[in-house]
């Protein structure tokens, strides 16, 4: 693996992880009122059109990481829809 | 400009316009405390590492989109610094 690909991982887990303690307050009390639903519906739609982005490039660093913030937003937005 | 790189630039323009409700809403109420200061320097860290990453693979659409989110990422950590 070459150095701009191991540059991209380490910016990648950066960007994914930022996210973490988000899901994990959504999650712990089941409150998103204060968190924008149409915030959450763009950037999730953005996030997969990366995915597409970096598959169509064939770049590991951009499906890894967007594919794992997907999976995050996903989460947050479940709970958002479950509670509100 | 190819298919991918318009792709690429769509997938941008959501990701980093998604910030923006943020940004005007923190900026209009001088008010951040719901935000996690931890969360906003691991996602600027981050997002200057994928800058990086874009000029080294000379990415057009990775550049323009972590450019152009790094500087409202900075804003809103600039109303956090201000008024906490």
Do not use: C, E
């Amino acid at each position: 693996m070459d150095a701009i690909t191991i540059l991209g991982l380490i910016a990648g887990a950066l960007t994914t992880l930022s996210f973490a303690p988000q899901v994990a307050k959504a999650w712990r009390t089941r409150s998103t009122t204060d968190l924008s639903l149409a915030m959450l519906i763009l950037l999730l739609t953005g996030i997969l059109l990366w995915l597409a982005y970096g598959v169509a490039k064939g770049d590991l660093a951009i499906i890894a990481a967007n594919g794992a913030t997907a999976v995050l937003i996903a989460l947050i937005l479940s709970v958002k829809a479950r509670h509100g």
